[in-house]
């Protein structure tokens, strides 16, 4: 595929901003899995003795298929029996209603202090969608919003769904983007609620696309956007939530 033409909509920083860990496992992560990390992070931050010098983290990756609901979703957007789900069916607390994951989707779980921002969930809502059409900028794209909903989309088709949990302002959950998995999973749900609405990834504007593309230009982007500073760490610790 050609070079992305364009630039972060937010520059880099300069050295200032947030400590954080960027975890980008190597290989698909199962839901759970993930799940309890970030909520190892979250009790980190959350404790009395945690300061603002302690860092924040950041999953980069992606998951086996599977669906999650969040909290007060309603079972009528899954077009399956939810005791015999197609693939692995999650209840979870984030906001927002049913999603599919799969291989070729970047998720992005941010476990981050609002503190050191600004204490405000729709904020930190516009600020994930922003990431995404910083992206998608870069890529020669056009991201939208649609008023009175969370994501963005492209030409009418949703390629991105948010969704995220706070305890005390610190944050899990966060956003997948499609850029190559496959759609079919989409079509056993109703997807994030919303009736009559395609799904779209990436790949179907432009064609060779690869997620070792897209992978950096989220990475440089959520640096961007949150102001955060990379920390390194082990290698393996992108699976046990180890510094």
Request: hydrophobic content about 40%.
């Amino acid at each position: 595929m050609p070079a992305p033409n364009g630039k972060l909509v937010t520059p880099l920083n300069s050295g200032t901003g947030s400590s954080a860990f960027l975890f980008q496992p190597d290989q698909l992560v199962p839901f759970q899995q993930a799940w309890d990390l970030q909520r190892r992070w979250q009790e980190r931050l959350l404790l009395e003795s945690a300061t603002d010098a302690d860092p924040e983290a950041v999953w980069l990756l992606q998951h086996p298929r599977c669906y999650t609901l969040g909290r007060g979703a309603s079972e009528d957007h899954l077009l399956f029996d939810p005791e015999h789900p197609p693939a692995p069916l999650h209840r979870i607390d984030r906001g927002g209603e049913v999603t599919h994951h799969a291989p070729g989707q970047l998720v992005v779980y941010p476990v981050l202090d609002l503190r050191r921002r600004r204490t405000d969930l729709h904020w930190y809502l516009r600020q994930l969608e922003q990431v995404v059409i910083d992206v998608l900028q870069v890529l020669g794209l056009q991201g939208e919003r649609m008023e009175g909903l969370t994501g963005v989309w492209i030409d009418q088709q949703k390629v991105a769904a948010i969704g995220v949990g706070c305890r005390r302002w610190i944050t899990q959950h966060g956003l997948a983007l499609n850029v190559t998995c496959e759609l079919e999973g989409f079509q056993s749900v109703v997807p994030c609620g919303i009736k009559g609405r395609a799904v779209g990834r990436l790949c179907d504007w432009i064609p060779d696309l690869e997620i070792e593309i897209v992978q950096p230009l989220l990475r440089d982007a959520l640096a961007a956007r949150f102001e955060l500073i990379w920390r390194e760490s082990n290698p393996d610790a992108a699976l046990t939530g180890a510094p």
